[in-house]
């Protein structure tokens, strides 16, 4: 029977009530836990939120356009991974943001985790944000840069919000609730996507342009058939979520902020997210890292 897409079902203004709230407990730097109460966001919540989250995206994307990259801007931090003006500068905007809209919601994001190790979140929500994936693509001027922000709930990717500021598209999801495309200039409605089931013939096969490792190389060499794209950043994900394209591996470790996002609007759409091995992906590792995974549009086929 064909599945026809429908836009995120958006609900009333936020509602205290919905945050379901649950004690947990986060690790001390020395150690000892302290009990402490973090608000749990399901779906109707992150439904709530969606809109001042999407507005706050696209503040963090006119910010990073404003800033014209030079030689003199761009750093390398202790992962040997570049980061610019740009990134902190959208980064301030998200967390003051996100920090009016939610203040009891914890948040992690890249370059802040790279100053002060986040607390553990075992339990309840936090946003999990990348305010410049693909920074190698932004300062070569690669339109394949993306802002992208994520809920997390109880270990999952719940909501996400991947804007491309240079391409001038949202793509956004809420697992449950379906997932839509818009312009940044938000001057029409949000066209609801879905993924695609994999063709018989030519699969599209997305991988990454600045990190294409050995494993993954190898992992190839199973779909002799299908058309390899390379692209920085989340589009990737996206171009799953929108049915553009079929399947999507990284067989080396990458950080929580990378993928979330992504996750939360590819499931929201229809597909899948998982260890190579098929088991769920794990977010809040001591390091934040997912040490593989594969992305699917067609779960039946993952």
């Given amino acids: 029977m064909p599945v026809t897409a429908q836009p995120i079902r958006q609900s009333c203004p936020a509602n205290p009530a919905v945050l379901e709230r649950h004690s947990l407990f986060c690790l001390h730097p020395f150690g000892n836990p302290w009990e402490t109460s973090v608000p749990t966001l399901h779906a109707a919540a992150c439904a709530d939120l969606m809109d001042e989250l999407t507005r706050i995206a696209a503040r963090a994307a006119e910010t990073i356009l404003d800033l014209a990259i030079t030689a003199a801007d761009v750093r390398t931090k202790a992962d040997n991974s570049p980061v610019t003006a740009?990134?902190?500068?959208?980064?301030?905007?998200?967390?003051?943001?996100l920090a009016r809209l939610a203040p009891e919601v914890p948040i992690i994001s890249e370059e802040h985790a790279a100053r002060e190790k986040p607390k553990a979140v075992g339990r309840g929500s936090y946003f999990l944000v990348d305010p410049l994936d693909g920074t190698r693509e932004f300062i070569a001027g690669r339109g394949e840069y993306t802002v992208n922000i994520a809920i997390v709930t109880d270990g999952a990717p719940m909501l996400g919000i991947i804007c491309a500021p240079a391409l001038g598209d949202f793509w956004r999801g809420i697992v449950g609730r379906g997932a839509d495309r818009t312009a940044l200039a938000r001057t029409g409605q949000p066209t609801a996507i879905r993924t695609r089931a994999r063709p018989n013939s030519e699969a599209v096969i997305m991988v990454s342009r600045s990190h294409l490792e050995a494993r993954t190389r190898a992992y190839l060499e199973n779909f002799s058939r299908a058309k390899i794209v390379q692209c920085g950043s989340s589009v990737k994900f996206v171009r799953l979520a929108e049915g553009s394209a079929d399947l999507y591996p990284r067989l080396a470790p990458t950080h929580d902020w990378d993928v979330a996002a992504g996750h939360a609007i590819l499931t929201a759409a229809g597909g899948r997210v998982?260890?190579?091995?098929?088991?769920?992906?794990?977010?809040?590792?001591?390091?934040?890292?997912?040490?593989?995974?594969v992305a699917s549009g067609d779960p039946i086929t993952a």
Wanted: hydrophobic fraction near 40%; charged fraction near 20%; charge should be negative.
């Fill in 274 to 293: 998982s260890a190579p091995d098929g088991s769920p992906l794990v977010y809040g590792t001591s390091d934040l890292l997912i040490p593989a995974f």
């Fill in 86 to 97: 740009a990134d902190e500068a959208a980064e301030t905007v998200i967390r003051d943001g």
